[in-house]
């Protein structure tokens, strides 16, 4: 069913605050302490550029709503975003052409499945996924507005520098290595084209989409981005609306069902917050009305996730009191006077 009741009436939103931010910077450097010696998961290794990466590395960032941020360890070392620009270009394109047409064009269901598989698109009549999966985010970044590729790329890059409140920048060695490594993805972008499912040349949309994951970022450029999405659409930093607070729902329902692809059950029984991992090992995780906790740890485990980083979001879910599930008695019976 792809109706929609319209809008929802704007009071209707999530309530709450983080803690102190006392509090919030102990908890972020008890969090960077405990999983630092962490020594589970493998680097990337699909891509050159990113096999280079140390595996120690690990950086931790919280952004709240009112523009606050928590750090700890290499938070301010920037690395490429990847996969972690999905939401945020679906995002602009929900905004770009509205958000139902978005998703009655690359579908909202979660796969199952591992981010570059092609068997959603195979097994759907219409070729749809998701636009947190390789194929939906293909066929999303073909999607956006102007009239030839520069326009195009102008569109993406203007909008995830206004996510992040800074310019961001393509890292050029990544960017080489993931065009040298890129069959995959091209194989992906000539069955959406068979499909019907692109918007313009699959050439042009395969080095968007690249050169959009080649963007550089910190995980606290990540946290802010993040929290935008928990911010009713409003950069905490520039004050900036980037986006409207009904695209915010749609894009934060999208990322709890597939967020982390085929792990994306797990996460939401573990940690009960909208989230996206990289392959670079970024991780960002979004507690609507409160703010968004980032990470970058490149070792990933098996299903490409960032392993410190699923432990940070699962430490500080629970201790910052972030859990969209969680609920506690209201100690009066239904019925019994106040």
């Not at 969090?31 to 290794?45: E, L, M, P, T």
């Not at 068997?119 to 636009?131: D, M, Q």
């Not at 910190?218 to 993040?226: G, I, P, R, V």
Request: net charge negative; with cysteine.
């Amino acid at each position: 069913m792809s109706s929609s009741p319209g809008p929802i009436p704007s009071s209707w939103v999530s309530t709450g605050h983080l803690p102190t931010p006392e509090v919030v910077q102990s908890l972020v450097r008890e969090a960077h302490a405990q999983f630092g010696s962490v020594d589970q998961g493998r680097v990337a290794h699909g891509i050159p550029a990113l096999a280079t990466a140390s595996p120690q590395s690990f950086g931790i960032s919280v952004a709240a709503t009112n523009g606050a941020t928590f750090n700890a360890g290499d938070w301010a070392v920037p690395f490429s975003i990847q996969s972690l620009s999905k939401p945020f270009l679906f995002a602009l394109v929900c905004e770009a052409i509205g958000e139902q047409l978005a998703r009655d064009t690359l579908g909202v269901n979660s796969t199952g499945l591992p981010f570059n598989s092609v068997l959603a698109v195979e097994r759907t009549e219409e070729g749809l996924s998701n636009p947190m999966v390789n194929a939906g985010a293909i066929a999303a970044t073909s999607l956006v507005p102007g009239e030839d590729a520069e326009a195009k790329w102008r569109f993406i890059l203007d909008g995830l520098s206004r996510f992040a409140g800074r310019r961001l920048e393509v890292d050029a060695a990544v960017y080489q290595s993931e065009q040298a490594t890129n069959a995959g993805n091209e194989n992906i972008a000539s069955l959406l084209s068979a499909h019907q499912q692109l918007w313009c040349e699959p050439r042009t949309a395969i080095d968007l989409y690249t050169r959009q994951c080649a963007l550089l970022v910190t995980a606290q450029d990540l946290a802010l981005m993040a929290c935008t999405l928990a911010n009713g659409g409003r950069q905490p930093l520039s004050g900036e609306t980037v986006i409207a607070p009904l695209i915010c729902r749609r894009v934060l329902a999208v990322m709890v069902t597939a967020g982390l692809y085929e792990t994306s059950g797990d996460w939401l029984y573990q940690i009960g917050l909208p989230g996206k991992s990289g392959v670079s090992g970024g991780m960002i995780t979004v507690a609507p009305g409160k703010g968004a906790l980032a990470t970058w740890s490149p070792p990933l485990d098996e299903a490409g996730n960032s392993v410190r980083g699923q432990l940070t979001a699962h430490f500080l879910s629970e201790r910052l009191g972030l859990n969209l599930f969680d609920s506690r008695p209201s100690g009066e019976a239904i019925g019994q006077a106040p």
